[in-house]
C-alpha cells in the first residue's frame, strides 16, 4: 500500500493482535523487529514511532491467524501463523532495547524452528545446505550494521554482536562461526576498505545471503604468522596472476567472494602484502576438501587453490602493499565478536548443566543438592559474567572507535579459555552422557577448543598483550 492508502484507526484498531510482531520490509526481504503491536492503539501512533517509510509487515507469533475488515491489495487480510502480510508504508527507526529484544526473540524462533530440527543432520554430513544462508538473509540476520544504503539496518555492531552471542548460546558453535566471518570480517574489510564499486557489488548481496563471505589468510605454512604467506599475485599489464593456496577457510565451499591475502612484493615481507577481492566463480579458483574436524562439524572449512588466477586492479582492497597493516587494523573487530561468540557459548553450556544437574541421581538425591556442584555452577557463573562484563565494556570502547589491538587481544584470550574451562566442568556434571554424541554439551566440548586456536591462538594473545605493556627496548 502506498501512504496515499493508509488505514483508518478505526481499521487498525479492528485487529485480532495477540503478541504479534512487526517487521518493515525492504528491497523483498524482511527487516527485523521494529515494535511491539502490544502496544498499538492507532496508525498514527505506529507513523509516530517508526517514521516514514517502505513497508510494515505483521508476524503472528502465537495466534494462528489475524483477520482484518478489508483486504489489501486485492488479498484477504489472513495471515497464517509465522507469515507476512502488508499493512503499510511507513519506516523504521534506531532499534530502542525493546525493540532488540524483540529482535533477539524472532533470532531465538528462527534458530529453533528453522535451524534446531536439521543441525544434527548438518554436522553429520560436514556442511549445511546453502539455501540457509538465503534464509538468514531473507530474515535479516547478515550484516546487520551495514549502512542501510548498501542494505543494511545502519545500526551499531552491538546487535551483530548480540546475534553471534545468541547462535553461539544455542549451541550452533558452527553456524555463528560461519556467521560473524561472513558479516562480522568479511563485510567490514569491504565496507572500510573497498573502494565503491566493490561495496556495491558484493554487500547489498551479502545482506541478502545471495552472496557467501570468506576470508583468505591462513597457508599451510602461515597461521598466526601472516607474514610468512606465500600465495603471489605478480602483475601482469593491467591484472594481476595469483598463484597459491589457503587452508582452514571457513565458509571455503560456499563462498562467492574472497577476501585474499597475497604477496605482491615478496621482497618487501609484510609491506608486500595485499588484499584483493576475489570472485569465486573465477576461473583458476579452486576449491579442495571440505576438511573433516573436530568439532564445528557442519561448518564448511575448506583448502582453497588458486592457479593463475587473474584479477585486476579494481579488485586490489585497499591498496597495494598495504594489507598487512590494514590487516591489523580490522583485527579488534575479529577478536572482539570471538569474545562475544566464547561468553555465548559458555552460558549456553551452563545453562545446559543446570537444567541436567537437577535430574541426575546419585546416592538418592538430586546432585544439584551436593555442595561441590553448587560451588561449581558458582565458580561458573562468576567467570561468565566477569567476560561478559569484559566483553561489554569492549564493545562500548569499539562502538567509540577507541578499542585497541591489545584490549581485543585479552578478550579473546579470557573468554576463550574461560570457555574451556566451563565447558569441560559442565561436561563433568553429565558423567558417563555428556560423552554421549547425542548429547548436546558434548558437542559444545568439541566445538570449544578451536576457539583457542583461530583468530590467534592464546600464546599469540599473550604476546601481543605483552607487547602493550612492555616497550621494544626492554624484552
Known sequence: MRRSQCW?????????????????????????????TRSIKSHSAVQGALGQAQLLIIVVSERSTIVGPTPIMGHPLVAEKNRFFTLDAISRTQLDPEQRELFLDNLKRFLKEEVAPHYDEWESASIWPRSLWRRLGEEGFLCVDLPEAYGGYGVSFELSGAIVEEVSRAGFGALASGLSVHSDIVAPYI?????????????PKMVTGEAVGAIGMTEPGAGSDLQGIRTTA?????????????????????????????????????KGITLFTVDASKPGFNRGRNLEKMGLHSG????????????????????E?????????????????LGIGCVGAAEGAFELAVDY??????FGASIASFQNTRYKLAEMKTEIELNRALAEKYVTKFMDG??????ASMLKL??????????????????????????????????????RIYGGTSEIMKELVSRSILPSNSR
Open 300 to 319: 564448511d572449512t575448506s583448502e582453497l587453490f588458486f592457479e593463475d588466477l587473474r584479477v585486476s586492479a579494481v579488485d586490489i582492497l585497499g591498496g
Open 234 to 270: 605478480t602483475k601482469d599489464g593491467d591484472d594481476y596472476c595469483i598463484n597459491g593456496q589457503k587452508t582452514f577457510i571457513t565458509n571455503g565451499q560456499h563462498c562467492d567472494v574472497l577476501v585474499l591475502a597475497a604477496k605482491t612484493n615478496p621482497a618487501e615481507g609484510a
Open 8 to 36: 483508518s484507526d478505526a481499521c487498525l484498531n479492528s485487529f485480532a493482535i495477540h503478541r504479534s510482531l512487526i517487521f518493515a520490509l525492504q528491497r523483498g526481504r524482511s527487516r527485523n523487529t521494529l515494535l511491539s
Open 321 to 337: 602493499g598495504k594489507g598487512f597493516y590494514n590487516m591489523m587494523n580490522e583485527l579488534p573487530r575479529e577478536r572482539l565478536i
Open 402 to 407: 577507541e578499542l585497541s589491538s591489545a584490549e
Open 414 to 451: 579470557a573468554a576463550s579459555e574461560m570457555q574451556g574451562r566451563v565447558v569441560d566442568q559442565c561436561l563433568q556434571m553429565f558423567g558417563g552422557y555428556g560423552y554421549m554424541s547425542e548429547y548436546p554439551i558434548s558437542r559444545a566440548y568439541v566445538d570449544a577448543r578451536i576457539q
Open 191 to 203: 565496507l572500510n576498505l573497498g573502494s565503491e564499486e566493490q561495496r556495491q557489488a558484493w554487500l
Open 357 to 362: 544437574v537437577h535430574e541426575r541421581q546419585a
